[in-house]
């Protein structure tokens, strides 16, 4: 099992910028998709964006044109670039990998083995 550690998130005001980053240990990841979620209180766990090992990426229509998901193999690390932040933006958000490698990103949660603790990220307005 891969471990997972994000960092990167924090409280900022609607319309500035964050980067998370995600860095794996226990297996080299360039031959896996991963992929980033995120959860609001109360709400069900939604997907935000993925990233193959082909560097081909995907994003929920609530984030496009605002987020991007990117992938530094050297380091073994994701990231997620989040520009114009609002407060719907406002969740924990969870890194994750696929337990297969060679196998293509999805939106679903459980197509992926391993996540991250999840890091906080607030947007005030």
């Known amino acids: 099992q891969v471990h997972l550690v994000e960092s990167g998130g924090g409280l900022v005001q609607a319309g500035d910028s964050l980067r998370l980053s995600c860095a794996a240990s226990g297996r080299t990841v360039r031959r896996f998709a991963m992929a980033w979620f995120r959860q609001a209180p109360g709400k069900e766990r939604e997907f935000v964006a993925a990233?193959?090992?082909?560097?081909?990426?995907y994003y929920a229509d609530s984030v496009k044109g605002r987020f991007t998901i990117s992938r530094d193999n050297t380091q073994n690390t994701i990231y997620l670039q989040m520009n114009s932040l609002n407060p719907e933006d406002t969740a924990v958000y969870f890194c994750?990998?696929?337990?297969?490698?060679?196998?293509?990103?999805?939106?679903?949660?459980?197509?992926?083995?391993?996540w991250g603790q999840g890091t906080q990220v607030t947007v005030s307005s």
């Open positions: 994750a990998i696929r337990g297969v490698g060679w196998t293509p990103p999805t939106a679903r949660a459980p197509d992926y083995d391993s």
């Open positions: 990233i193959s090992m082909g560097r081909s990426t």
